[in-house]
């Protein structure tokens, strides 16, 4: 019985003692009392689910904490005596991970895999990404023995294009026995997700928490001002999770307006609509999340004032150059705000106390030049004693490289920007320097971190703030605003657990901003988690060989991709089904009591049909004949063209022969230059005479152009008949329609007449009903088309890699029918990479044959280097015959293999990139760094990662059991000429 002020009872209270106290007993009991915290319900909630043997996705916010339930999996498998697997997307996160759990479990409980690293990988615990996880299952590694269960980071990493297939690979083929606890950030389908994860795992609990452990709060920075975004007193995150988020529209990635008359009414309290013509409009009702009218009258004012400095001064008489004086004006200078810069920004929020934070700018070079820019300006955001401890730490991490390199890597800058309190954080940078600065974040020593995007992906560096500089970034292809979830998961980081009671979001004002569309991005809390699975030549073919091609199929078809297409198949069976009984009410309408309406319906189609597939074909034939004949036309030749702009005698002046659409210049009877294409004329041209045109002709001249044109009237004169003959519209064999289509327009015609319901009295409007039946029908049919191509997507493109493979002999048939694996294919099972095959075929076709362990190494870096857009298609001098003939092998092989991939509507294996070679060929022959890196626009960190995958991929050659063993040899020679300097530098890099 509870009571009435809405306590529990004395009987409630007395049972969640009991059960507290009879969980204490558990495992679970047992892993809460380590902790200095209290677990949230739902990290409870799954952990109970772990404890019971079940698997588990848990859906939550950036530092909600759900990566205590990863470790509560660690915690089962050390007390049942069994192993676990954290596997995460990025080497950065595997060894963070790494680190955490050796101080907590000790360094012998737990080891580290990423690929080119690999520390005490037989612990009981280890830490690794999930490709390497993926490569272990394929080779059937003992390492797997006794697993018990495998945490997945960042799970909705699946969703990334290049490599998010991998932890589907990784959740279909790891054993039954193992259970799998899924960690994702807060997707819209969550639900979706853990059904296939059921489908594929057995038993698996859904635990989804929409919550933020602290607030967040949102901002706009204007000028140096911090302005509320949204009016309330109330963050966001306090009334979200009482509103269905799956309700609201992602206006982020659709061009469709949003009617809000169709959302629920506590959906449209949150439904954004945000517009760049607009930018005061506002669709947010409901006094929670009313968009702060300052910063929407600042947007209107902001403009009004581009308004007026483009159109609002000046008129016809202006001279053109002031006329567009204003056009050429920055936005900028227009603006109604002067921009902070970024040290301002980062005093402002120093004042407001909202360091540390973290500033994301989706560009290296930008994340480098902040750093300059606050030194430069003088800021220091630290005290003495944390200069001091920063200055020890920094010093004891890079003792161990290089003097000669230090200035290379930058070293000096970053030092001093480090002692001063800010730091940059991205790819480019030398791994060790990344660690540093991620350590002295998080222990409270660097107060400003400038990074980009990369950041916000598992990395464990929260802030008490978040900076956005722009809501768009470069994708590699075009600069694209960023998505709602994006959004969520870069300011997440903001608010740390334990220590802020609150977290504070911040975008910068910049011109043009519509302070709406941040609306619309900060109230979006979910995005959806979309497969971007598809089988690959490594994948098949290792499936293949474990468990048959019928097998591999089934097993493919039970990926998430597949299992999203067959979900959308249902919705498009409805409405087939749908389609389908509108279709019977049609058929009945056009009943006619005379014969077979639909016959009859189908006869007056077909008809139509036939007479505009002539017609269209009439046009086309007309259109190449005119156009056969003004490529014909040579300059002096007098045309006469019938009717149009261009009615009259005319004189070609130049002729256009190789155009696909000739367009030769005339001159008119009236003295007008002109342009005469095929849609000026009704038939094909021909001279009707030809005069000869001065060579001292000037189009420009008026009088040049009246003398020719006298001259063509008085030749046109001289040859009245001729011209009058040729001047007739003759379509040069050219009929309305083809004999063909001319016999069957008659026929269809004849049958029409002679059905029976051509003689009824409501014959029209029966037909009426017929055109609706006929036009749901064909929208029936494209539906039904859809449901056919959605179908066993996955499957038919495993089929098509298949045929590949078999094309190239990696896959052999039989006598009994029976697909095995040749011994090239067995080679093939142990090269993981974008370029798989090429990798294969270039081994086969011997590229490596007759390179030395430093050529070895600059023809590798072709096979994995994605150079930036604009330093594609460059072929630099080889450093050697050997070296140049072996990047001809590979760039033949990559051209065959794409004619093939086309044939076999594949995705294209990437071009071999050809603008490491150089720098990798000296780095192996023991150059310096700084020689290395001269002439090109690598940074440092940018070629230690770019070597390491080299590394790797030599590694993997290296493990080939098909490789000659002597290529085995030069390929541990190569590893061990790249693996030197700040390339072996960094342990766990």
Known sequence: MSSISGSPSPSDRYQAAAHRAAEAKTYLGAFARTLDFELDDFQREACRSLQEGRGVLVAAPTGAGKTIVGEFAIYLALERGLKAFYTTPIKALSNQKFSELAAKYGSANVGLLTGDTTINGEAPVVVMTTEVLRNMLYADSETLGDLGFVVMDEV?????????????????????????????????????????LDTVRGDTDVIVSEHRPVPLWQHVMVGREIVDLFAGDTTFDEIAPQIPDTEVPDLSDTDDAV?????????????????????????????????????LAMARSESRMNFNGRFGHGGRSRRRQDRYRDERQTTEQRSPVRKASRPQVIESLNRQGLLPAITFIFSRAGCDAAVAQCAASGLWLTTEREQQIIAQRVDEASHEIPADDLDVLGFWGWRDGLIRGFAAHHAGMLPTFKEVVEKLFADGLVKAVFATETLALGVNMPARCVVLEKLEKFNGEAHVNITAGEYTQLTGRAGRRGIDVEGHAVVLWQPGTDPAAVAGLASRRTYPLNSSFRPTYNMSINLIAQFGRVRAREILESSFAQFQADRSVVGLARQVRGREESLAGYAKSMECHLGDFTEYARLRRELSDTEQFAARDYQRARKSRVADSLTRLIPGDVISVSSGRLAGYAVVLDSDANAREPRPSVLTSDNQLRRIGV?????????????????????????????????????????????????????????????????????????????????????????????????????????????QSRTNTIAKTFDRVCDVLSAYGYLETNDAGTVTISTDGQRLRRIYGEKDLLISQSIRRGAINDLDAAE????????????????????????????????????????????????????????????LMWPMYKWAKGRHLQDVLSGTDLAAGDFVRWAKQVVDLLDQLAKIPQLDPRLTRICRESIDLVRRGVVAYSTVA
């Open 679 to 787: 849609h000026d004329v009704d038939a094909p041209v021909s001279p009707v005479t030809r005069i000869r045109i001065p060579k001292s002709f000037n189009a420009k001249v008026p009088k040049s152009r009246r003398d020719l044109a006298s001259s063509m009237r008085h030749a046109v004169s001289d040859d009245a008949p001729k011209s009058r003959r040729n001047s007739r519209h003759e379509d040069f064999g050219l009929g309305s329609r083809l004999p063909d289509q001319e016999q069957k327009i008659t026929e269809l015609r004849r049958a029409l007449r002679a059905h029976p319901c051509h003689g009824c009295s409501e014959r029209e409007d029966h037909a009426r009903w017929g055109e609706r039946w006929w036009k749901l029908r064909k929208e029936t049919d494209g539906l039904i088309r859809q449901i």
């Open 259 to 295: 009617d809000e008359a169709t959302l629920p009414a506590e959906s449209r309290k949150i439904a954004v609509k945000s517009s760049v013509a607009s930018p005061a409009r506002q669709a947010v009702t409901g006094p929670e999340f009313e968009v702060n009218p300052d910063l």
């Open 156 to 196: 909705h990493y699946l969703a990334d294009r290049f490599r998010g297939a991998v932890w589907e690979e990784v959740i279909i083929h790891l054993p039954s026995e193992v259970q799998v606890a899924s960690l994702s950030a807060t997707v819209s389908n969550a639900e979706e997700f853990g059904a296939w």
């Open 856 to 915: 070895l190494a600059s023809l590798a870096s072709t096979l994995v280097y994605q150079a930036k857009r604009e330093d594609r298609g460059l072929r630099p001098r080889m450093p050697s015959v050997a070296l140049e003939t072996a990047v001809d092998i590979v760039v033949r092989e990559w051209s065959q293999l794409e004619d093939t991939e086309e044939q076999n509507r594949l995705p294209l294996t990437g071009e071999p990139e050809l603008g």
